[in-house]
Every structure is written in C-alpha cells, then in structure tokens.
C-alpha cells in the first residue's frame, strides 16, 4: 500500500496531500491573496510565494495524515502544464524530499489529474467515461479510456471557460478571481441580456468571440445609461454565466451523442460554477445519463488529484529520474 506524499504548484496555490493506496489521508491548500490587487496572476510573486508556503504546507500535510516522512514510499509533483516558475518550486522540492531519502518520484499532468480527481471519494465512475475539463486555462472534452489513457476529443481554439469569466468580470469591475463573484451575482439576477455564442464547429470551443461581444454590449449599454452596470450588475452576470453554461452544456451534449457515452463527468475550476453544476444534472435527469460532479474541494488546483493520480502511475510503476524538469506546456 503505496503512501504517496504530492505536491501541486502549478500556478498560485501551493498544495500538499499525502495519499495512501488512493485514500486521501490530508489535502492542504495555500491561497496567496497577493494577487487580488492586480487582477489577475502575477507570475513572479506567485513564484516567490510558492517558496515560503512549500515547507509548512508540506509540514502541515503530513501532520494531518499522522503520517512521518520516513512513512512516505514515493513523492509526486505536477509536472505541467503550469506557470514555469511556479512549476519549479514544487519540482524542486519534490526532487530534493525524493533524492533525501531514495525514494521514487512520480510526474503528473496537472490536467490527466483534473479528470482523475473524481477517484478521490466515491462515488467513481467506470471508465470508459466522458469528462468535461473547464479552468481558467483550459475547456476540453475527453474520453477516459482508463487512468492512464485519456483522449481529447474537443478544445477550445482560442481562451478558456475560466478566462472569459475572468475577464467579464474585470470588464465589470469585480474582485480577482470574478468567476465566483459572477456565480453568486447570477444567483440573485435574470439573464435578459443577450450575446454572442461562438461556435468553431465539432466539439471545439472558442470564447474569444464572447468576451468581444459582451465588451461591445457593455459599450453600447454604458453609452446610452451611463449607470448601467451599476444598475443591473446581477443580471448582467446571469447573462454572462448563462451563455457561457449554455455553450458547455451543448457541447456535452453532442459528445455523448458522438461517443455513445452516458456517464459524464465535470471537472476543473470552473466545476465549482453553480449553474454549470445545476445545468449538467438537470441534463443528466433528463437523458438519463450518470453524472459525476466532484466536491468543490477537489474542483480547485488540489494535490489530492496529483496524489491519486500518482497512485494510478505508481501501480504501473511509471516514476522519473532526477533529471526530470518542469514544463510550461504538458
């Protein structure tokens, strides 16, 4: 029974768990608030910030599983793809805990892992199964054949789920990260306003065309009522949290329509989205398909899913050497 000590850093969280046989033992997570100022990450002190969270959070991680680094059998870290000197951190300190006490080192790909982090709690789906992986960087569908044998079928060609939240949001003035601030703005409004849903065709995905076209409606509108944000700011981000669920939701729907598959899974940041959550039950209930929607805390950036990934790996003892290094793009 492998106890896996894990490691994810790959943009502004630093996150340790320790993981035994696939039970997770501990999941400890450090935000770094530094970041709300500049709307936005700000690599560099995402980096230095990493540095003085890695060790206690490690420390902290370990405490809670009752467990010593002497009980550890092997250390994972996520390889990619990330931030480059946010990945650095982690790899880092994983190669120097590993090469300390001869232990094996595990990489994991931060988006395989994404997927895989419904193998954290139960219940699990049966492979094959469809998931839907949505973040600030990334929105693909995929195919998981098995743990270790994951198709992308759909991508978006251009910005992420995640990103036209974000940016939306910063249109309208609200607090890094808005994709939270929307969903619970879009709780308390109506989506009466309209706008584009672009579409690459197949099961691609591109949100660039939104994120124009809700820029271009907010110049119209803030023209002709200079108060208009102001005025209708929920429903404003009902408008906006409804085309961008309304985009994903079809795309689900014509995957599984493609692949035959009836279990569908979420997965990623934007999985914590209420009406993305709301939307793929109630489409689930009524095709009859088995969904699987993770809690929120393995939603986030998480080194559980790194750990349970690495348990997967660790069973086909798929480990790397010291030479390992990180890498940007996975």
């Known amino acids: ?68 680094a002497a009980q550890i059998d092997a250390v994972a870290f996520t390889r990619g793809p990330g931030l480059i000197g946010s990945l650095m951190v982690g790899v880092s300190f994983a190669k120097g805990f590993a090469l300390a006490r001869g232990l094996p080192l595990i990489e994991v790909d931060h988006m395989q892992a994404h997927v895989l982090a419904h193998f954290a709690e139960d219940p699990k789906p049966a492979f094959p199964f469809l998931c839907l992986t949505v973040s600030g960087g990334h929105t693909q569908l995929v195919v998981v054949h098995s743990a270790l044998e994951q198709e992308i079928i759909g991508r978006t060609i251009d910005d992420a789920a995640g990103e036209a939240f974000d940016k939306s949001g910063k249109l309208l003035g609200l607090p890094y990260p808005a994709g939270p601030e929307i969903d619970r703005r879009a709780r308390l409004g109506q989506p009466t306003i309209e706008f584009a849903k672009p579409d690459p065709g197949e099961l691609n995905f591109s949100f660039s065309g939104l994120k124009t ?14 108060d208009f944000v102001k005025d209708n700011l929920n429903d404003i981000c009902a408008s906006i949290q409804h085309i961008i669920v309304s985009i994903l939701l079809r795309k689900i729907q014509l995957a599984v329509a493609q692949t035959g598959l009836k279990q569908v899974a979420l997965a990623g940041g934007v999985s914590a989205n209420s009406g993305l959550r709301q939307g793929l039950q109630e489409l689930g209930e009524k095709n009859g398909w088995e969904v699987f929607i993770p809690r929120i805390e393995y939603c986030t950036d998480n080194a559980a899913m790194i750990g349970v990934t690495a348990t997967f790996k660790f069973a086909e003892g798929a480990f790397s050497g010291q030479d390992v290094a990180p890498a940007a793009r996975f």
């Open 213 to 226: 076209s809700i820029l271009y409606s907010l110049q119209k509108k803030i023209k002709e009522d200079p």
């Open 1 to 68: 029974m492998p106890v896996i000590l894990a490691i994810e850093s790959s943009c502004d969280d630093t996150s340790a768990a320790v993981v035994a046989d696939g039970l997770v033992l501990s999941n400890v997570t450090a935000g770094q608030a530094v970041h709300e100022e500049f709307g936005g990450v700000v690599p560099e002190h995402a980096s230095r910030a990493h540095q003085r969270n890695i060790v206690p959070t490690v420390a902290v991680a370990l405490k809670r599983a009752a467990k010593t």
